[in-house]
C-alpha cells in the first residue's frame, strides 16, 4: 500500500501553542500537499511542497519535507480555536498520472481556548 | 459560486436500493474523482475520470459505477446497497499538470450515506 501515515492520531493543545504534525509515505513523489477538513465539511487545500523543495511558508504553515526519510511535517505557529480540524497529507506519486493523490490517516487536531 | 457541487447532501436508504450521487465542477478541470471517507476519516480512492479514460480502485465493488456525461460531470451510482457502504462520499475535480502531475484537488463538500 502506498498509504501515507500522520502521527499523532490526535493532538489537543492550548491557542497561542505551536502545533507540529508529521506524515510519512512510501514511494516517490512528484509532491505532497495537505489539507484541512473541518467537521461534516470537504477537505480544503492548504499548501503544496515540490519534491525538490526543502521547506515551504503560507501565512502560519510551515511545511518540510525530507525526502530522504520520505516524511514530511506541517507547523501551524500561534494556535486558534478556528484552527481545530483534522489535516491530512496526501501524495502525487511520480507516475501516478490521473490515479489520484493518496492520502494519510490523519491527524485530528483540537485547539482548547 | 460554489466550485464542486454534490447532491444530495445526506442521504438515507434501505438496502438493496440504487442510488446515484451527482458531482458539478466549474473549474474547468479536466479530471474528476471519487473518494470514500468511512467512519474513522480514512480516506480511499474509488475511481478518477480524465479525457474519459476511467481509472477503477480494484478494491471497489462492481455495484459502484461512475457516469460522466461531460467534462464538468461525473456521477456515481449505487447498485444494491448494503450496510458497509454507509460512509461519506466526496467528489473532486483538478487540473493536471504536465506528464500528469498532480497539484490539488477542489473537493465538494461530501454525501453522508446511511444505508438501513
Known amino acids: 500500500s502506498q498509504q501515507g501515515e500522520e502521527d499523532p492520531q490526535a493532538l489537543s493543545i492550548q491557542e497561542g501553542e505551536n502545533a507540529t504534525m508529521n506524515c510519512s509515505y512510501k514511494?516517490?513523489?512528484?509532491?505532497l500537499q495537505w489539507y484541512r477538513q473541518n467537521s461534516g465539511r470537504g477537505l480544503v487545500h492548504l499548501i503544496l511542497i515540490r519534491s525538490n523543495e526543502r521547506e515551504k511558508h503560507s501565512g502560519r504553515l510551515r511545511v518540510t519535507l525530507d525526502t530522504s526519510k520520505k516524511s514530511s511535517s506541517l507547523l501551524i505557529t500561534a494556535s486558534r480555536a478556528a484552527d481545530t480540524a483534522s489535516y491530512f497529507c496526501a501524495t502525487d506519486y511520480l507516475g501516478g498520472g490521473a490515479d489520484g493523490l493518496t492520502f494519510g490517516k490523519g491527524t485530528h487536531l483540537i485547539i482548547q481556548p | 459560486d460554489t466550485a464542486v457541487s454534490q447532491t444530495p447532501k445526506y442521504l438515507v436508504t434501505q438496502m438493496g436500493n440504487d442510488k446515484s450521487i451527482k458531482c458539478e465542477q466549474n473549474?474547468?478541470?479536466?479530471?474528476m474523482y471519487w473518494y470514500k471517507q468511512d467512519s474513522k476519516k480514512f480516506l480511499k480512492i474509488m475511481f478518477s475520470?480524465?479525457?474519459?479514460?476511467?481509472?477503477i480502485n480494484e478494491t471497489v465493488p462492481n455495484r459502484f459505477s461512475p457516469k460522466s456525461p461531460d467534462k464538468a460531470h461525473l456521477n456515481l451510482h449505487i447498485n444494491s446497497l448494503e450496510l458497509g457502504d454507509s460512509a461519506v462520499y466526496f467528489c473532486a475535480s483538478s487540473q493536471l499538470g504536465r506528464q500528469g502531475t498532480n497539484y490539488g484537488y477542489t473537493f465538494g463538500s461530501g454525501t453522508r450515506l446511511t444505508v438501513v
Open positions: 473549474l474547468g478541470h479536466d479530471t
Open positions: 514511494t516517490s513523489i512528484n509532491n
Open positions: 475520470y480524465n479525457n474519459k479514460e476511467l481509472i
